[in-house]
């Protein structure tokens, strides 16, 4: 009986050691795979191949150029839904489903679709001076009282002012811009307001051309542009998916079963 627990403790040993070395030689495929879902595989060696750049450019544009496009399509002819951001938010959905489609990292995905959301968001004040630069007429307005603002601008308060066109209308919006802390009632003050009556109308002062109003949505398109380029870089892949090594090894231990001791 000694003889064979000692058999049986030796073999127990063994089985012990070769779990373990086969735990420890799992464990760097792992945090090389657990790495590739998290920042995408880029299994490429040196700079990235031009192909793959292009294409994350070409992606980024499009995405980019589609979020800033309906939301000025739509406030240009006075579509509602698409003048208020969400045609830009279903663009932002299509080219987060596109980089999971394409298996890009999903830290990567989640920082492009928060750019695009940002993106989408920020657009419907830039397309409404887009609209207001290119149709837009200046008048003249009454103003009939001012309101202390809140302090959301940096460095001081926004003012707020109700006025009345030239034939005494009283206009729905309230205009900031031009309405300072000296503005009394009685003052005249210049407005820009769209002749269609599509796009609310605004104060004139600081008013430009239509590249002036998109010209604060530099910055976001530079970066979402940038991130898409990097995600669809990083999701370029040389290996075949795993599943196909499962059949391999298990023939190899079934015909290893079947090799006579």
Known sequence: MRPLRAEARRKGVARMRRGRHSALAA???????????????????????????????????????????STVAGAWYGITGLAAGEGGLVCAALLVLYLC??????????????????????????????????????????????????TDVPGGGRYLCSVID?????????????????????????VVYDVKGRVPPRGAEGGGTALDALSGLGGWLAVLVSA??????????????????????????????????
């Open 27 to 69: 464990e760097p495929h792992l945090m090389a795979r657990l790495r590739g879902m998290v920042w995408g595989p880029a299994e490429f060696v040196g700079p990235p191949p031009f192909r793959l750049t292009a294409k994350g450019f070409l992606v980024g544009s499009l995405a980019a150029g589609a979020i800033v496009g």
């Open 166 to 190: 030239q034939y005494g209308v009283p206009m729905k919006v309230r205009i900031w811009r031009g309405c300072e802390q000296t503005t009394r009632p009685g003052d005249a003050i210049a």
């Open 101 to 150: 489609r394409v298996r890009a990292g999903r830290a990567l995905v989640g920082v492009v679709a928060v750019l695009a959301v940002c993106l989408a968001l920020r657009t419907p004040p830039a397309a409404a001076g887009v609209v207001l630069a290119e149709r837009g007429r200046v008048e003249s307005v009454v103003v009939t009282s001012v309101d202390g603002g809140s």
């Open 228 to 261: 898409c380029v990097v995600a669809v870089v990083r999701s370029y892949r040389l290996t075949l998916p795993e599943p196909t090594d499962v059949p391999q090894h298990r023939g190899q231990i079934c015909s290893s079963r079947l090799v006579p001791p």
